[in-house]
């Protein structure tokens, strides 16, 4: 079993929709949390970050639910802007370990007009 | 403004062949790592490092070396390229901080091995 698994996709929403992605990890003493965003042949780069709490920023939601060990991204208003791969992401707990990312496999995302 | 610089962008080897991939930063981050990213795979630590002197293997390492003589650079050695080699490689920095530090990233090196 993969260690981070998500619905690869690929998810094609009209302009305006609202879209979900779910992802799970196996690893319970898994500290922190992220989701990245990787255009097409370019790196990964920070979305947001995922708290116990929930967090928002402008369209993007992210929760976190570790007694199931579920993490999920939320997009609201989907814009042309947003198609792209978005990876889940989880460090291990533990001092100089927090850089050791495990990623999932990613969720493609495309917009359509 | 340079962040997390990888060279060559682009290489092809020959099945054999030995070579360095370079990565250098310049945010003063504790923490290095090198990834590959294969199709359907998500991105695989190769190896990692907190600080100059200091390195460690992540989950896919055989065939792969580094060291990390100064805190800005970290270069991945392969030493005998082979076919499953072929990959897009990534560098990545952060510092030592948080729970949520975040990772910035090179632009990356296709490497193909024929």
């Known amino acids: 079993r993969k260690e981070v698994e998500q619905d690869p996709g690929p998810f094609n929403v009209p302009e305006g929709a609202t879209v979900a992605f779910n992802c799970t990890y196996s690893?319970?003493?898994?500290?922190?949390f992220f989701w990245y965003r990787q255009d097409c042949r370019k790196e990964p780069k920070l979305l947001m970050s995922?708290?116990?709490s929930g967090n928002e920023d402008g369209r993007f939601t992210a929760q976190l639910n570790r007694a199931s060990q579920y993490i999920s991204l939320l997009i609201r208003d989907s814009k042309l802007s947003d198609s792209a791969t978005y990876l889940c992401?989880?460090?291990?707990?533990?001092?100089?370990?927090?850089?050791?990312?495990?990623f999932g496999q990613g969720t493609i995302l495309t917009v359509h007009p | 403004n340079a962040g997390v610089t990888q060279t060559p962008k682009f290489q092809v080897l020959k099945t054999g062949q030995s070579m360095t991939l370079q990565c250098a930063q310049d945010?003063?981050?504790?923490?290095m790592s090198w990834y590959r990213q294969d199709p359907g795979m998500g991105l695989r630590l190769i190896h990692y490092?907190?600080?100059?002197?200091?390195?460690d293997q992540g989950e896919v390492p055989n065939g792969y070396n580094v060291s990390r003589s100064t805190t800005e650079d970290f270069p991945l050695r392969l030493l005998s390229a082979a076919p499953s080699q072929t990959s897009v490689y990534f560098c990545?920095?952060?510092?030592?901080?948080?729970?949520?530090?975040?990772?910035?990233f090179g632009q990356g090196t296709r490497l193909t091995v024929v």
């Open positions: 995922v708290y116990s």
């Open positions: 690893n319970s003493a898994s500290q922190s």
């Open positions: 945010m003063n981050h504790e923490y």
């Open positions: 490092s907190v600080g100059a002197g200091i390195t």
């Open positions: 992401v989880v460090a291990p707990k533990g001092g100089t370990s927090y850089g050791k990312l495990t």
């Open positions: 990545a920095s952060s510092y030592v901080g948080g729970i949520d530090t975040e990772a910035f």
